[in-house]
């Protein structure tokens, strides 16, 4: 059984920065791999940020390098997403993503079968 529950999405103003939160419910000890995605209205899930179990390999896409960071605390069961210099096109709904027996850190939305239910990020101009 796994459950994945985000939170600290909301409204904020360009420029400015949110830290969202994955708590992972998990029976294993196995290596896991986790990421961000995100939805915007009318468009498809896009890759935002992965993270390896042991948090050596990181992986973003081009359009938040520099601007977001993505961690994990295994002990306490949780992935980061830390959103600097936030933009109006960064608005969508944020989803972390699980996927089991991983060393890696995988960057398309098929390669995790596990999802939270989102949290909404909204940036205003």
């Known amino acids: 059984q796994v459950q994945l529950v985000e939170s600290g999405g909301g409204l904020v103003q360009a420029g400015g920065s949110l830290r969202l939160s994955c708590v992972i419910s998990?029976?294993?000890?196995?290596?896991?791999?986790m990421a961000w995605f995100r939805q915007a209205p009318g468009k498809e899930r896009e890759f935002v940020a992965a993270?390896?179990?042991?948090?050596?390999?990181?992986r973003y896409v081009d359009f938040v390098k520099g601007r977001f960071t993505i961690s994990r605390i295994n002990a306490r069961n949780t992935v980061y997403l830390q959103m600097n210099s936030l933009k109006p096109e960064d608005t969508a709904v944020y989803y972390c993503?699980?996927?089991?027996?991983?060393?890696?850190?995988?960057?398309?939305?098929?390669?995790?079968?596990?999802w939270g239910q989102g949290t909404q990020v909204t940036v205003s101009s």
């Open positions: 993503g699980l996927r089991l027996n991983n060393v890696g850190a995988p960057m398309t939305p098929t390669e995790y079968p596990y």
């Open positions: 993270i390896s179990w042991d948090g050596r390999i990181t």
């Open positions: 998990v029976l294993t000890t196995n290596p896991y791999a």
